[in-house]
């Protein structure tokens, strides 16, 4: 039988490993950090409406501009922001690798800040950009004197800033953005994938946008829209770095059925959002408990808690996943990660997570210092 090995693949894609979490069939899976509430039924009824009416013309190839789209991502964000500052793609990832296909690829890096999302790495081996990783300060934050030394140091042509940061829910100041912005040559993008869960009145990239054509901001509709299998991600930036991207994309990238199902949503903005504060909820409750256990969970903006303390954390996450349980090993030592679900959900682990707790209550595991550049999870998250 044929290997990987017999084929003529590109040689800096010998021994990597595709990205992927664990599909596992479970009463509550709480391992990629999906909204687990769903899609309210008369939304739901709404979008797939929609999306009859689209069938209707397949026939014909979507709107390659997706005007209609960009309009509604817009009023959306708001933030004076028009149809043309508007990107999207099939996932914040397609919208990431557009990016580094228009402004990296070989001869050029990209730099990030360990641990952070690995599709970053992935997606920049894929366009032929070199990756490289700076580190963090202790606890997982990045302070502007941190991460613009590091700008300074490596020049890379690329930053990506992921606020708040995946997998160790690090919220990102924007002092810290502008530093960056100010004290790089060329691209910067911060990705808000999970900014919908910010704590309230947290400021969005976004308002920093105006006068710094070389920032982007990246959003996705899989997390808080709990539409993670429409595959919608998209991006704002200045009306020329939208025209760079342009350039890579494939053409009709986004199916008329995506259009349709993504313009639904939005409609409904205000339901489909209506869960986020009871998310939040079961975030800080995961957070609070988790201490009282003994762990040591850290600061999260996001639907998710990286939380250390944990003496073996494959064997409990094998455990857990003997009760139904499926949460996330990323590699990090003595860590794991779970996504806050709905209230059962949250339960559910809380009172599995229990018999794990560490021996000593009064004393939680210490806090890590500073991160290094070294310090990329093992394994995906």
Request: negative net charge; aromatic residues 6%.
């Amino acid at each position: 039988m044929t290997s990987l090995d017999d084929l003529p693949i590109r040689d800096d894609l010998r021994g990597r490993t595709p990205y992927g979490a664990p599909q596992k069939s479970v009463p509550v899976a709480l391992n990629v950090n999906e909204n687990t509430h769903p899609i309210p039924e008369d939304v739901a009824h709404d979008i797939v409406a929609r999306v009859a009416a689209a069938i209707l013309s397949l026939n014909r190839y979507p709107d390659r501009e997706f005007t209609q789209l960009r309009r509604a991502l817009a009023a959306y964000l708001g933030h004076g922001l028009d149809a043309d500052r508007i990107w999207a793609a099939n996932g914040s990832n397609e919208v990431l690798q557009h990016v580094l296909q228009a402004f990296g690829g070989p001869g050029r890096s990209v730099l990030g800040f360990a641990p952070t999302y690995s599709m970053y790495g992935l997606l920049a081996s894929g366009t032929g950009t070199q990756w490289i990783t700076a580190g963090r300060d202790r606890d997982f934050e990045l302070t502007p004197e941190t991460a613009a030394a590091a700008v300074r140091e490596h020049d890379p042509d690329i930053v990506l800033l992921c606020a708040p940061n995946n997998p160790t829910g690090t919220p990102l100041s924007l002092e810290t953005i502008t530093a960056v912005s100010d004290a790089a040559r060329g691209i910067v993008v911060v990705d808000e994938a999970y900014v919908e869960f910010a704590d309230p009145g947290t400021p969005s990239a976004l308002t920093l946008l105006d006068g710094r054509p070389r920032l982007l901001v990246s959003r996705t509709m899989s997390k808080a829209f709990a539409f993670a299998g429409a595959r919608v991600g998209y991006l704002a930036a200045d009306p020329a770095a939208i025209d760079a991207l342009r350039l890579v994309r494939l053409p009709y990238h986004l199916s008329a059925l995506t259009q349709a199902a993504a313009l639904g949503a939005l409609a409904h903005s205000d339901e489909m959002l209506a869960m986020v504060d009871e998310i939040r909820a079961q975030r800080d409750r995961i957070a609070s408990e988790l201490a009282r256990l003994g762990f040591r969970p850290y600061r999260s903006g996001a639907n998710f808690v990286l939380f250390g303390g944990v003496d073996d954390p494959h064997a409990v996450f094998e455990a857990l996943l003997d009760r139904g349980i499926l949460i996330r090993e990323i590699g990090l030592p003595g860590c794991l990660r779970v996504t806050a679900g709905t209230e059962a959900e949250t339960s559910a682990f809380l009172e599995a997570i229990a018999v794990f707790a560490p021996a000593s209550m009064a004393s939680p595991a210490t806090a890590p210092g500073r991160v290094d550049a070294t310090s990329e999870p093992a394994t995906p998250e």
